[in-house]
Every structure is written in structure tokens, then in C-alpha cells.
């Protein structure tokens, strides 16, 4: 059966999630039903990673098997088609090959978290950032961040339903920027790691806004870090600012794409 690499951006405010769910819309259920009016019968596709509700994609990664063969330009349009009004697009097709896995043959995730600092509320950006009123210490919270970066047990910073066999993991990239935009002082995390734990990311955050308003010292962050106890984490920020923007592979399947 042909194998088709997918690269997909949505908004996620409409969904549980990425995974499909009973009776609930998912951004995997919603693809899986545009694929059966393609070719009938059941599909099942695989993801990089499963976001949660609320949270969106840049460049969400999954892989598709089908029976006839399709040029890779008319299937993503065929797709977007019976996609809308849903706010998913196939933003890339490619034929992968067969030993192509989106979750498994990734080398590397790295998601963008938005926070917007800001008094008036967010009109443009409404559900798209984490939207605060007060200013953060950049120089503080890098601080912080670093002291997260490296080969960890992460319990403090997992959900409590986290299914993963162990808390520990490599995060490979943690920074904060400053970022002046048209509708205000925005702060990007760049947070980048082979694998995540549940509510890994958002965990970061909510922990390094602390920092960045003082409430925390960075080497609160050492300590929460070394205390390996979900109590010690800070506030888990809200989903909206979070992206799943790269997914990186030993060789890109959508090099040749122009």
C-alpha cells in the first residue's frame, strides 16, 4: 500500500485533542473521515505527537496508508476540500516510504509557546496566547530555563495521568525571546526535545512565568526540578499559546517539496 507523509496545520481551540475520541471532534478523527471519502473503509493515521485540546499545529507531522496510488498534490487538495469548514489544512503531501513512521523515525519536536503581556484584552490573537498583564524578566527566566536543559527526571513537570514508562528525559533546547509585535510585547519559548511528557511543555511555562514575575527565583527552579514531586511545579498554563511548529527527521520527507 502507498505511504503518504502529511504536514498539517490547525487551530485547536475546536478539538479534544489530536487523538481521535468517541463522539467527540478530534483533529485525527476529522482527517481519518476525509480520507473514507477518498477511498471507503476505515482509516487509521499516525501522528508525531498527540497535542491536547486547545492546542494548535504549525507543522504537525502524520503518515497515511491507501490502497490506489495518488499524485501527492491531489491528495492534499482532495483533503482540504473535505477538511473545511474545519480549521485543518494539509499544508504538505509527499510519497514516503514504507519504513517512514511519523511518531517513530522523528528525531526531534520543538514546539513555540506564545505569551502575550498586554492590559487591553487580545482581540486579533484572542485564543492563540497565553495573554498576561504584567511585563516578565527575560534575563531571569533564561536563567531558569537553563537549569532545565539536559538529561532530567522530569516527574515535577509531568501530568499525573502521564502514560510514559519513565519521567525521564533529554531536553535539548529551552529559550525565551522578547518579541515586539503590532499588538504588543509578546515572550516565544522555544522548547525543542526527541520526546515529551505529558503536559511537559506547559509545565515549563507556567513555572517560568513565575520566574519572570518574581514570584519564583531561578533557583526555585532547581529546586522544583530536583524535588521530583508534581507539587512542586508551578501553575500549569493554559493550552491556547502552545504550537507543535517542527518535526524534525534523519532525512526530511518533504525535502523536494517546493
Known amino acids: 500500500m502507498p505511504r503518504y507523509a502529511l504536514q498539517i ?46 492546542v494548535h499545529a504549525l507543522a504537525q507531522v502524520a503518515h497515511c496508508d491507501l490502497s490506489d496510488t495518488w499524485d501527492p498534490f491531489r491528495l492534499s487538495e482532495a483533503l482540504n476540500y473535505h477538511l473545511k469548514p474545519r480549521p485543518i489544512a494539509i499544508t504538505s503531501c509527499v510519497a514516503a516510504p ?21 492590559r487591553a484584552p487580545a482581540t486579533h490573537q484572542a485564543g492563540l496566547v497565553w495573554q498576561i498583564k504584567h511585563p516578565l524578566n527575560i534575563e531571569a527566566m533564561q536563567k531558569a530555563a537553563n537549569i532545565l536543559i539536559g538529561k532530567h527526571d522530569f516527574t515535577t513537570f509531568r501530568s499525573t495521568v502521564c502514560q510514559a514508562e519513565s519521567p525521564v528525559k533529554t531536553l535539548d533546547h529551552l529559550t525565551v525571546t522578547a518579541v515586539e509585535t503590532p499588538g504588543g510585547l509578546e515572550y516565544h519559548f522555544d522548547v525543542r526535545a526527541r520526546s515529551f511528557l505529558h503536559n511537559q511543555v506547559r509545565s515549563f511555562i507556567g513555572s517560568l512565568e513565575r520566574v519572570g514575575t518574581g514570584s519564583w527565583q531561578p533557583d526555585d527552579m532547581a529546586a522544583a526540578l530536583a524535588a521530583r514531586d508534581r507539587a512542586a511545579c508551578g501553575p500549569v498554563c493554559p493550552p491556547q499559546g502552545l504550537y507543535l511548529a517542527r518535526v524534525s527527521y534523519p532525512e526530511d520527507p518533504f525535502k523536494t517539496v517546493g
Open 9 to 54: 496545520e490547525y487551530h485547536g481551540a475546536p478539538f479534544v485533542g489530536w487523538q481521535r475520541q468517541t463522539d467527540q471532534c478530534s483533529v485525527q478523527g476529522e482527517i481519518e473521515t476525509a480520507l473514507a471519502k477518498l477511498e471507503p473503509g476505515p482509516h487509521t493515521i499516525a501522528a508525531a505527537g498527540r497535542t491536547d485540546a486547545g
Open 98 to 118: 514504507q519504513d517512514f513512521h511519523a511518531r517513530f523515525s522523528a528525531r526531534e519536536r520543538q514546539y513555540l509557546f506564545r505569551v502575550l503581556s498586554r
